[in-house]
């Protein structure tokens, strides 16, 4: 298969394109319409792949929904009224900055081409300032060597009609995040739920952006999901949060304040509690603070290396239209420490500006103090596909051996795309039948795959390739004892497990303690 639209000349470190490969390979993850020519920044999820993209979207609705009184879920539509998105502000400012070839016509970002030249950090910069280091350093087009223009805005929507008539009244936008809808839904699905602040609405589902730009795989690509909290609160309450533990203050965090990035290139990294980070005004309020340490935690419990994920605050000429404070969740990638989430402190802007485009009132009522407010919002969102990648990026390791080198991705349990394959030893002497027996017995609990043909090592290596923990084998002495053997991915420790027993052992491995290896996850 061609990787036509995975632009290589972007990727240019092995473990990026070792696991890009392994995603083409078996069809994890690849570009949308291959075969014909591809569409840069569009992808298809394979069987593996769209499987654990589930389970990422699962664990997380699962955690910050399913398990919480204080957050309920919608599921949106893509395309909704266009003044949605002049209220919210997309339409005057969801721009990048762009520059145009003068020779060849083709189009740059500023800020990235910048950064890929000078190899500096520009997060925060302006047009003019991008637009004048493009002049001081001589920097010219990547594909033609052609002068470039001035920089300028470029909108990130894209637009589309509604209807049988295509003119500007019925211009329509695809959703660029899936934010406004929760500021939108805010009055009825309140009321509806009966949900007193503080509270939550969660959703999970496509959002779309013009990149100019896409590049690193599905870290930026122009279809893409989002998994989003609007969190609402009292405007009085941002700064009291009852849901800080003492547990959850202490609680050590790797993060670069904007203060260090204002005085120097890049910044200098520290090591801080939760607890430090609000009483030095670091993180300005209590609520921002239990979020930025309640999306780190559930980008652990996927198996995240925490060393590899900090925290980094936003400078101002950063902050986006609608925030005053807001914090990355950055992940070091093979190219360099980037945004992997970001939670932000929308204030009561969204509600505000809905409440002046669309004449509604979507204030709350607190009964306590008998007055009416409009909510506060802290926002954690992020993309599925960017943790997708940074799961796999994470995960990937290689085994070198005398018969060459193999790879594994060492998947948390709960999310690896299938957690229990079994193989018979040979097809024939009723061990393909009994290997069956097993499988049916499995599938009911877990995602189980069933693999009879070649060598046992190259059905391990075929697992191990797509981060499958165990693996079952079915053998002669099972046809007697009624046991099989179970071998543990990362530690490749084997044991016999008799087979009415195997559930359980499974269950239990995919706890915090493996009892197969006997070591801490
Ligand atoms: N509602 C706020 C918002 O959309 P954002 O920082 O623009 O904020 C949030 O996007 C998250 O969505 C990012 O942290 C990233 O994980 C993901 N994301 C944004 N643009 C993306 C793109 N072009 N491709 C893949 N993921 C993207």
């Known amino acids: 298969m061609s990787s036509s639209k995975v632009s290589k000349s972007t990727i240019t470190d092995e473990l990026t394109q070792k696991v890009i490969s392994l995603c083409q390979r078996r069809a994890i993850l690849f570009p949308n319409s291959d075969i014909y020519g591809g569409a840069a920044g569009f992808f298809d999820y394979g069987p593996y792949g769209c499987e654990l993209k589930k389970r990422i979207e699962n664990s997380w609705w699962k955690t910050f929904v399913q398990s919480r009184e204080d957050i309920v879920g919608i599921d949106g539509a893509i395309i909704t009224s266009p003044r949605v998105w002049v209220a919210s502000g997309h339409v005057a400012a969801f721009n990048d900055p762009l520059v145009d070839c003068m020779k060849c016509k083709s189009r740059h970002r500023a800020d990235t081409l910048v950064e890929d030249e000078l190899k500096i950090s520009v997060d925060g910069f302006s047009l003019d300032k991008l637009g004048a280091l493009i002049k001081e350093h001589k920097i010219v087009c990547q594909k033609c060597g052609g002068e470039l223009s001035v920089a300028r805005k470029f909108n990130l929507m894209f637009s589309t009609h509604v209807g049988a008539v295509q003119d500007e009244s019925s211009i329509a936008y695809l959703r660029p995040e899936t934010a406004q809808l929760m500021f939108a839904d805010f009055k009825i699905v309140q009321q509806a739920m009966r949900k007193k602040l503080p509270f939550g609405i969660a959703q999970i589902g496509k959002a779309f952006r013009n990149e100019i730009a896409p590049r690193n795989f599905v870290f930026r690509c122009r279809e893409f999901s989002q998994m989003e909290i609007e969190f609402f609160i009292h405007p009085k309450l941002v700064n009291s949060c009852?849901?800080?533990?003492?547990?959850?203050?202490?609680?050590?965090?790797?993060?670069?304040?904007?203060?260090?990035?204002?005085?120097?290139?890049?910044?200098?990294?520290?090591?801080?509690?939760?607890?430090?980070?609000?009483?030095?005004?670091?993180?300005?309020?209590?609520?921002?603070g239990y979020w930025l340490i309640t999306c780190l935690e559930w980008l652990y419990s996927l198996g995240i290396t925490p060393a590899n994920l900090r925290l980094r605050e936003h400078v101002k000429t950063e902050l986006s239209h609608y925030s005053i404070e807001t914090w990355d969740i950055e992940y070091n990638y093979?190219?360099?420490?980037?945004?992997?989430?970001?939670i932000a402190n929308r204030t009561d802007f969204d509600l505000t500006q809905h409440q002046k485009e669309s004449g509604k009132d979507l204030s709350y009522f607190d009964e306590e103090n008998k007055e009416r407010v409009t909510p506060h919002v802290i926002e954690p969102s992020i993309g599925v596909d960017r943790v997708f990648f940074t799961v796999l990026l994470d995960a990937y390791r290689e085994n070198a051996s005398d018969k060459g080198s193999t790879s594994t991705l060492a998947l948390h349990p709960d999310i690896a795309p299938v957690q229990v394959a079994i193989f018979p030893l040979m097809k024939k002497d009723g061990l393909a039948e009994k290997g069956r027996a097993v499988f049916e017995m499995l599938r009911s609990e877990f995602v189980c795959e069933y693999d009879e043909s070649g060598s046992i090592g190259k059905r391990y290596a075929r697992q191990d390739e797509v981060g499958t923990p165990f693996c079952i084998t079915v053998d002669y002495d099972s046809l007697q004892n009624n046991d099989v053997t179970i071998r543990e991915r990362d530690s490749g420790n084997q044991k016999r497990v008799p087979i009415s027993k195997l559930k359980e052992v499974i269950e239990c491995s995919f706890g915090e303690y493996c009892p197969l290896s006997g070591s801490k996850k």
């Open 242 to 288: 009852p849901l800080l533990t003492k547990e959850t203050l202490e609680k050590k965090v790797q993060m670069i304040t904007a203060a260090e990035q204002e005085k120097g290139k890049e910044g200098k990294m520290e090591t801080m509690t939760i607890a430090d980070a609000l009483s030095k005004h670091v993180i300005k309020t209590q609520w921002h």
């Open 334 to 342: 093979p190219w360099g420490w980037k945004e992997l989430q970001g």
